[in-house]
């Protein structure tokens, strides 16, 4: 069974990185077999994807965010992480990992529950 679990700092001060990661059981991270998404949902707003690791080991990041986002496999311990760089008060959301999501329709095959991120001094 796929399991997708987020973990991180739920306060991130202004202008620091915000970083989260995302341990993967049931699955592997390393193969190519899979994309790996991150998706954020705002207080109010709706879904938004961060960023993703395709299938192919390229990234792609949304337009808005892509000079301060980086995410990254970590093979040695089975996660991705989300790095987030100067943070501020519009990056709080609850974030999420997620597997082979179609952007058009934010539908993903696997899910974590979520972890809330509040960007605050």
Request: a neutral charge; charged letters at 15%.
């Amino acid at each position: 069974q796929v399991q997708l679990q987020e973990s991180g700092p739920g306060l991130v001060e202004p202008s620091q990185t915000l970083s989260l990661a995302c341990a993967a059981s049931g699955v592997s991270i390393t193969t190519n077999d899979y994309a790996w998404f991150w998706i954020r949902q705002p207080p109010g707003k709706g879904l938004e994807w961060v960023g993703y690791i395709a299938k192919s080991g390229n990234t792609y990041y949304r337009p808005t965010l892509k000079s301060r986002t980086s995410i990254f496999k970590d093979a040695s311990n089975g996660q991705f992480t989300l790095q987030l760089s100067s943070a501020t008060p519009e990056d709080t959301a609850k974030y999420y990992c997620a597997r082979d999501c179609t952007i058009a329709s934010m539908t993903c095959d696997y899910w974590g529950p979520g972890t809330q991120v509040t960007v605050s001094s």
